[in-house]
C-alpha cells in the first residue's frame, strides 16, 4: 500500500515539479520531419546555357596564351592551328617551360561541354593548372558598369 507524505490542503491543486521533456521532443520530431523533407529539395539540377559573361573584365596580361577550340574541335594556340598530340610541346616552346603561366582557353559555344573538358584535362596532365575560361561580355552589364565604377573612383 502508498502512502502520500505530502502535506495537501485537500483542493487537489499541487504543482508538479518535475521536468516535462514531451513538448520539447515534440518540437525536435517537428524539426527532424522539416529537414528531411528540405534537405532533398537544396540540390539544384538546372540546364544551363553559358556563353555570355556578366563578371567585371579584368586586366589581360602583356601577352596572354590563347587556346582556342573551335566548333569542329580543332585547336589553335594564338592564331596557329595546332594538332591536339603537339599541345603540351607548343604550349612548352611559347611558355618557356613556365608551367605557372595562365592559359586563357576560348571554345565555340558549339563545343560539347565533355570535348571542352578533354582539353582542360590535357592542359591538366601537362602541368598547366592555371587555366582561365574566355567569354563575351554582356553590353548591357559592361555600360551598367561603367557609371558605377566611375563614381567609386571619384
Do not use: H, W
Not at 59 to 70: A, H, K, W
Not at 138 to 153: E, G, I, L
Request: glycine share 6%; aromatic share 4%.
Amino acid at each position: 500500500m502508498a502512502m502520500n507524505l505530502k502535506d495537501s490542503d485537500g483542493d487537489g491543486a499541487d504543482e508538479v515539479s518535475e521536468i516535462n521533456i514531451t513538448p520539447f521532443i515534440d518540437v525536435v520530431l517537428v524539426l527532424l520531419i522539416i529537414f528531411m523533407v528540405a534537405a532533398p529539395l537544396s540540390t539544384v539540377d538546372v540546364a544551363v546555357d553559358l556563353p555570355t559573361s556578366n563578371a567585371a573584365p579584368q586586366e589581360r596580361p602583356d601577352e596572354p596564351i590563347y587556346l582556342t577550340v573551335q566548333d569542329d574541335l580543332t585547336l589553335s594556340l594564338g592564331e596557329n592551328p595546332i594538332a591536339s598530340e603537339a599541345l603540351q610541346a607548343a604550349l612548352d616552346e611559347r611558355t618557356g617551360g613556365d608551367r605557372e603561366q595562365r592559359i586563357f582557353l576560348r571554345a565555340d559555344e558549339t563545343v560539347a561541354y565533355g570535348d571542352l573538358m578533354e582539353v582542360m584535362n590535357g592542359l591538366r596532365n601537362g602541368g598547366y593548372l592555371k587555366i582561365a575560361l574566355v567569354g563575351l561580355e554582356d553590353p548591357n552589364t559592361a555600360t551598367a558598369a561603367a557609371p558605377a565604377q566611375a563614381q567609386a573612383t571619384n
